[in-house]
T-cell receptor, first 111, second 115 residues
Framework: GENVEQHPSTLSVQEGDSAVIKCTYS??????FPWYKQELGKGPQLIID?????GEKKDQRIAVTLNKTAKHFSLHITETQPEDSAVYFC??????????FGTGTSLTVIP | DAGITQSPRHKVTETGTPVTLRCHQT?????MYWYRQDPGHGLRLIHY???????DKGEVSDGYSVSRSKTEDFLLTLESATSSQTSVYFC??????????????FGSGTRLTVV
C-alpha cells in the first residue's frame, strides 16, 4: 500500500515566522492530498487540500505545494500565530482506496 | 465535528473485557470509519462502512469488529481488550467515500486505556 512520511515530527517557530511541514508518498497513483490540524483534545480538522492536477493552492496564511515528479507535498504557514500551535497531519489518497496518513508534526508557535 | 458524537470520551477497562465504542452522526454521510491514533504511527484505519450493514476491514482490524444497523450509528467492539489496544480512537465520516477525493469529518475521539 501507500506509505506517507512526514517531517519534522516537532517544529518550534517564533510568532510571525513561517513554518513548513513536508510529506513524501510512495504510490504515484495517489491523487488527493489533504492536510489536517489537530488541537489538543480534539479530532483532526481539514484545513486545506490539493489535487494532483494542481501544483499549489493558497488559503489566506496557509498554502500547500505538490511536486508529483518527486512525490512530495508541503504545508506552508506564514505569519504564524499562537493559535496555529497544534499537530498537523498530511494524508495521501488514491481514488477508490483509503487515506494514508503521515505520523504528524507538533507545531509550537512561541509568542 | 459538531455533527459527530463519540461515546464514551474516556474509558478505562481491564484486559479481557469486551468494550464497545459508539459513533453517532447527524451528517447523513454514507461512509463511516474507525481509526486509532498512536504516537509514531499517526492515524491507522481499523474498519470502515460504506452503508447500513456494509462494512470492511482496514489495515489494523485484528481484535476489532464493527456493526452498522443505522446510517447514523457505527459501533466498534473490542471482543477481549488487550493492553496493545490502549489508544485514542477516532470516528470519521464522508459523504463521498473513496470514489471521490474529499476529506473526512472527524469526531472528538475516545481515549481508551486497557489495564
Amino acid at each position: 500500500g501507500e506509505n506517507v512520511e512526514q517531517h519534522p515530527s516537532t517544529l518550534s517557530v517564533q510568532e510571525g515566522d513561517s513554518a513548513v511541514i513536508k510529506c513524501t508518498y510512495s504510490d504515484s497513483a495517489s491523487n488527493y492530498f489533504p492536510w489536517y490540524k489537530q488541537e489538543l483534545g480534539k479530532g483532526p480538522q481539514l484545513i486545506i487540500d490539493i489535487r494532483s492536477n494542481v501544483g499549489e493552492k493558497k488559503d489566506q496564511r496557509i498554502a500547500v505545494t505538490l511536486n508529483k515528479t518527486a512525490k512530495h507535498f508541503s504545508l506552508h504557514i506564514t505569519e504564524t500565530q499562537p493559535e496555529d500551535s497544534a499537530v498537523y497531519f498530511c494524508a495521501a489518497h488514491i481514488t477508490g482506496n483509503q487515506f494514508y496518513f503521515g505520523t504528524g508534526t507538533s507545531l509550537t508557535v512561541i509568542p | 465535528d459538531a455533527g459527530i458524537t463519540q461515546s464514551p470520551r474516556h474509558k478505562v477497562t481491564e484486559t479481557g473485557t469486551p468494550v464497545t465504542l459508539r459513533c453517532h452522526q447527524t451528517e447523513n454521510h454514507r461512509y463511516m470509519y474507525w481509526y486509532r491514533q498512536d504516537p509514531g504511527h499517526g492515524l491507522r484505519l481499523i474498519h470502515y462502512s460504506y452503508g447500513v450493514k456494509d462494512t470492511d476491514k482496514g489495515e489494523v482490524s485484528d481484535g476489532y469488529s464493527v456493526s452498522r444497523s443505522k446510517t447514523e450509528d457505527f459501533l466498534l467492539t473490542l471482543e477481549s481488550a488487550t493492553s496493545s489496544q490502549t489508544s485514542v480512537y477516532f470516528c470519521a465520516t464522508s459523504h463521498h467515500g473513496g470514489s471521490s477525493n474529499y476529506g473526512y469529518t472527524f469526531g472528538s475521539g475516545t481515549r481508551l486505556t486497557v489495564v
